[in-house]
């Protein structure tokens, strides 16, 4: 079982991505999924998440009002759509399942870690 995050790149300050979370053995509606990101030489920080039963949506302060995360259960894939993009958005982003149904902010109670996809913003 594994999740597996796509679509990061080159963008330019104040473009737009979106980036997806596949699984692969893994039914992505029955757990609640987190983004998080990762910068060079930074901690891990939580970005956003999605509840399970219900599409209740949570966001960092930092991204709020500029990324909008979505699940699309026919497809099995969560998306991040990320907006005005900031050359501090550069990272790693990666999606995991949030074990404790709750959406927390804490990485060690996500499973199923994949490898993540890297986003830079810059001119």
């Known amino acids: 079982v594994q999740l597996q995050a796509s679509g990061g790149g080159l963008v330019q300050p104040g473009g737009s991505l979106r980036l997806s979370c596949a699984a692969s053995?893994?039914?992505?509606?029955?757990?609640?999924i987190g983004w998080f990101r990762q910068a060079p030489g930074k901690e891990r920080e939580w970005v956003s998440c999605?509840?399970?039963?219900?599409?209740?949506?949570y966001y960092a302060a930092s991204v709020k009002g500029r990324f909008t995360i979505s699940r699309d259960n026919a497809k099995n894939t969560v998306y991040l759509q990320m907006n005005s993009l900031k050359p501090e958005d550069t990272a790693a982003y990666y999606c995991a399942a949030d074990l404790t149904f709750r959406c927390t902010v804490v990485g060690t109670d996500y499973k199923y870690w994949g490898q993540g996809t890297l986003v830079t913003v810059s001119s």
């Open positions: 999605i509840l399970s039963s219900v599409d209740n949506t």
């Open positions: 053995g893994f039914t992505l509606r029955s757990y609640p």
